[in-house]
């Protein structure tokens, strides 16, 4: 069996560009992030959510809709044309969007510095850094917040993400005494999916139960199952912790405080798979391009079978 010169030519019409705009968009955005917004002096502090959700789900439109869509509209495809190039250009998008999310969130976490301190007030001596492992600490859990936050999920509405945000004091040592505000907070989250198309009465009735096990789970919590802390910047998750935090102290929470989540991952593993994440991505998008190939031809290029048996000489 051999391929023939139209395949061969629609691949060189295709993955070229698709590849170059690929890793273009992850290499552009990538260093943008790092020179403007993950050095030393950050010109703004843009939740973190914009980076590893918003921008990748975006972005990739721009590259294939002005460059890799006019190349796409150059097939002639069996059935409708308007579809298969619609077909390609979904497929492209998926790809760069996943390359886009798997590569800052390597970003993200590779750039996180992790200092080792003896204790949490040593935390405000030092410049703040993503990590830090805390040799000394105790939880105080007689002071504390809670705060619940829903999303609807899916394209059409159908799942409803509940997030549950606990909130306590981190102290130098049990028998610190609390003569201020305090600073430092443990900060806990329980996550589940449930169906957004039942009633109010039934979400009510599953979210009730849901957060009946987590305060179970938050009494018997072991505080010092960890390996570090991850220091919560902007994001989704840092709102609503705080929220909690103000529940506990029914005042405003500024950026003086600092939200330490427990990891019970090493630091070093911190980045597992996510540069293989990027490159898998690229390689199912361009195994994809290679199968919708097959069917088109270039309007340019007669018909003819894209894989045809050898005939000896």
Known sequence: MRISKNYIKKL???????????WSSVILLGF?????????????????DIWNIWIPLIFP????????????????????????????????????????????????TNTGKLLELQTVKEIRKHEHVRYYRIKQFFVYKYIGG?????????RYNEKL????????????????????????????????????WGSNANKEK????????????MQHYNFSNLDHFEHKPASYDRE??????????????????????????????RNDYK?????ISFAIGVIIYMLLLIGPRLKSEPEENEFQDAVPD
Not at 166 to 192: D, S
Not at 256 to 267: A, C, G, H, M, N
């Open 12 to 22: 060189k019409h295709v993955l070229p560009a698709f590849s170059l705009f690929a």
């Open 32 to 48: 943008t992030r790092w020179l403007l917004f993950l050095g030393k002096y950050p010109i703004l502090e843009l939740d973190e």
């Open 61 to 108: 439109w721009i590259p294939v809709l002005i460059w890799l869509r006019p190349r796409f509209n150059a097939f002639t495809f069996k059935k409708n044309n308007d579809r298969g190039s619609w077909q390609m250009q979904v497929s492209g998008w998926v790809t760069i969007t996943a390359m886009l999310a798997f590569s800052q969130s390597f970003l993200t």
């Open 146 to 154: 809670v705060h619940s936050a829903f999303r609807a999920m899916g």
């Open 161 to 196: 993400e509940i997030d549950i945000y606990f909130a306590n004091p981190i102290l130098t040592h049990k028998t610190q005494p609390i003569t201020m505000t305090p600073l430092y907070w443990y900060g806990v989250k329980f996550n589940k999916q449930i169906s957004n």
């Open 206 to 217: 599953r979210f009730r139960k849901f957060l009946e096990e987590c305060i179970a789970k």
């Open 240 to 269: 609503n912790f705080r929220i909690a935090i103000q529940y506990a102290l029914r005042k405003r929470v500024t950026n003086d405080f600092v939200i330490l989540q427990p990891r019970t991952k090493t630091y070093e593993s």
């Open 275 to 279: 540069i293989a994440g990027t490159l």
